[in-house]
């Protein structure tokens, strides 16, 4: 069996803390330690696609009440 050095005693402890806390627990009940998702689309693409969609619309309305 190899010996443990420090640094992979203090993460196996915790990680069985973790694990411990974990039991006769219902999927749900149980804290995620995991990051939450990113969405694929970065907030900018969101401003540009919404200027891009919404702006036109609004472009064509105004063309469209203003006649020409």
């Known amino acids: 069996m ?3 050095t420090p640094q992979q005693r203090i993460a196996n402890e915790k990680f069985a803390k973790r694990e411990a ?3 006769g627990k219902a999927e749900g009940d ?3 330690y ?3 998702a990113k969405s694929p689309i ?3 693409w969101f401003a ?3 200027f891009v969609v919404f702006g ?3 472009f064509e309305l105004a063309r ?3 006649g020409k």
């Open 21 to 23: 806390a974990k039991r």
């Open 56 to 58: 036109g619309l609004l």
């Open 48 to 50: 540009l696609l919404g």
């Open 2 to 4: 190899a010996v443990q």
């Open 34 to 36: 995991e990051k939450t």
């Open 30 to 32: 149980r804290k995620t």
């Open 42 to 44: 970065s907030p900018m």
């Open 64 to 66: 469209m009440i203003l």
